[in-house]
């Protein structure tokens, strides 16, 4: 696989969420920007599937207007890999 090992990836994007607190409702759309460093290597048994994790840090850059969230600021990320390549 080309993608075995360590590597690093960069993204950016968005989330659209509403929150509602009894009567008061707020759409978001806040930027999202994470940097990642993941290791991937192959899986032993017959399927020749790939496992991986990753760990980083993810920026989501709005506070909302009405209501309180902690969704914003640094924020911690994990991820878990599964997937094939050919």
Known sequence: SAFQGLYATLGIGYFSMELKQDTIVESISPMALNALLQWRGRGTWSLGMDLGAGLGLQ??????????????????????????SF
Do not use: D, E, I, N
């Open 59 to 84: 920026y989501v850059g709005t506070k909302t207007a009405v209501l309180s969230t902690s969704f914003q600021g640094v924020l911690p990320l994990f991820t878990l890999t599964l997937g094939t």
